[in-house]
T-cell receptor, first 113, second 114 residues
Framework: DAGVIQSPRHEVTEMGQEVTLRCKPISGHDYLFWYRQTMMRGLELLIYFNNNVPIDDSGMPEDRFSAKMPNASFSTLKIQPSEPRDSAVYFC???????????FGQGTRLTVV | AQSVTQPDIHITVSEGASLELRCNYSYGATPYLFWYVQSPGQGLQLLLKYFSGDTLVQGIKGFEAEFKRSQSSFNLRKPSVHWSDAAEYFC????????????FGTGTRLQVTL
């Protein structure tokens, strides 16, 4: 398996634009997580899914953020409209059964100017 | 609520010296515990994990960690550090059921001097 695949690796966008981050989890994994990493706040869990169903979205900072998982092999994180303070590295991770470790993608570095 | 504390933001050690990175967790039941390493510009890679059983767990790259329930700790150790170990290290706690999410500490940045 190629691991967790995220795209794009880098994204630069202007304030107010819509941004969509994509993630392909490892095949067979039941859990998918979206994290945001910044110098100030470290690694924050935004939302996670189990069997394509959102379980906990309490970490989603604002209504501008939304995440979907239409099927077991694809998830998106959308920011609309984007703001400079959204600049961060966004990681997607997937995991198999409960208690096993999570595998991380390479991340998407988002810069909003 | 589950949480992880890594009290050391930055540690510097000499190559060949021993290393211990501290991690304290808060969790209501028996936790699943993890250590991850992140090199600059990269994702997180699992070093080792504890689920149950032997409280001393071995990981990759010569790292080990010891689970101490009485101290709510899961410290990471390495007897002899190599320059390539310079990176950021994250401790994480998770569980089962409704607590399936992984919660990470703020990380410890390790610098290795030659």
């Amino acid at each position: 398996d190629a691991g967790v695949i995220q795209s794009p690796r880098h994204e630069v966008t202007e304030m107010g634009q819509e941004v969509t981050l994509r993630c392909k989890p490892i095949s067979g994994h039941d859990y998918l997580f979206w994290y945001r990493q910044t110098m100030m706040r470290g690694l924050e869990l935004l939302i996670y899914f189990n069997n394509n169903v959102p379980i906990d979205d309490s970490g989603m900072p604002e209504d501008r953020f939304s995440a979907k998982m239409p099927n077991a092999s694809f998830s998106t994180l959308k920011i609309q409209p984007s703001e400079p303070r959204d600049s961060a590295v966004y990681f997607c991770a997937s995991r198999g059964r409960e208690g096993t470790e999570a595998f991380f993608g390479q991340g998407t570095r988002l810069t909003v100017v | 609520a589950q949480s992880v504390t890594q009290p050391d933001i930055h540690i510097t050690v000499s190559e060949g010296a021993s290393l211990e990175l501290r991690c304290n967790y808060s969790y209501g039941a028996t936790p699943y515990l993890f250590w991850y390493v992140q090199s600059p510009g990269q994702g997180l890679q699992l070093l080792l994990k504890y689920f149950s059983g032997d409280t001393l767990v071995q990981g990759i790259k010569g790292f080990e960690a010891e689970f101490k329930r009485s101290q709510s700790s899961f410290n990471l150790r390495k007897p002899s550090v190599h320059w390539s170990d310079a990176a950021e290290y994250f401790c994480a706690v998770g569980g089962g059921g409704t607590a399936s999410k992984l919660t990470f500490g703020t990380g410890t940045r390790l610098q290795v001097t030659l």
